[in-house]
C-alpha cells in the first residue's frame, strides 16, 4: 500500500516547453476531452477540458504567467468522472486571473473529495500551484487561440496546447 501510495501521489518536476509569453501551457496531466466555446460570466473563451486519471501526475501547475483576482470553491458530490453532471454537481474550485483572459475549472470525482490550492496572487508559468487527483479541468481562454492539440490527445503537465493570437 506504501508503495502505491508514493506512486499515486508521484510529484515529478517539469519544466515548461516554452518560454514564449504567448504560450499556453497543461495544468496537468490527462487525456484532452473536449475543445468547444463557452461562456463565463457573459464572455466567450475557447475552453479545453482535460480529464486527470488516478495513473497520472496529480499536480495542478500555472498554464502561463498570471496575476490572480480570485479563487473560488464550492463544495459538492463526490460523483463519477464520467458523469455528465460532474461540472454541475461536484467539488470545483475556480482560478480566476485579473483581466479575465484566463480561468481556471477544477472538477473533484468519486476518488477525490478536496482540491488543494495554494493561495498565490502571482504565478509564473509552470509553476506548482495545487493538488487535483482524479478528475477534470477546464481551461477557458481568448477565442483567438491556436490549439495544438485534438480531442483524444495525452498531454503532460507544462506541455504546449496552443498560442493566442494577436
Not at 468547444?36 to 504567467?65: E, H
Not at 493561495?119 to 487535483?132: A, E, H
Amino acid at each position: 500500500m506504501f508503495l502505491i501510495s508514493l506512486w499515486i501521489y508521484k510529484n515529478p518536476e517539469k519544466l515548461p516547453q516554452s518560454e514564449d509569453p504567448k504560450a499556453i501551457l497543461s495544468p496537468i496531466d490527462g487525456i484532452v476531452e473536449d475543445i468547444k466555446k463557452s461562456n463565463y460570466n457573459g464572455r466567450a473563451y475557447t475552453q479545453i477540458l482535460i480529464r486527470n486519471r488516478i495513473f497520472d501526475s496529480g499536480v495542478l501547475r500555472s498554464i502561463c504567467d498570471m496575476d490572480i483576482s480570485v479563487i473560488k470553491r464550492r463544495n459538492g458530490l463526490n460523483i463519477h468522472s464520467s458523469d455528465p453532471n460532474l461540472n454541475l454537481l461536484s467539488n470545483r474550485a475556480t482560478i480566476i486571473s485579473k483581466n479575465q483572459d484566463f480561468i481556471i475549472r477544477i472538477s473533484t470525482s468519486a476518488l477525490t473529495s478536496k482540491i488543494y490550492l495554494e493561495n498565490l496572487k502571482y504565478v509564473k508559468s509552470g509553476r506548482r500551484i495545487g493538488f487535483l487527483k482524479d478528475g477534470k479541468v477546464a481551461i477557458l481562454m481568448p477565442l483567438n487561440t491556436r490549439i495544438a492539440f485534438s480531442k483524444g490527445d495525452k498531454i503532460k503537465a507544462c506541455s504546449v496546447i496552443g498560442y493566442i493570437d494577436e
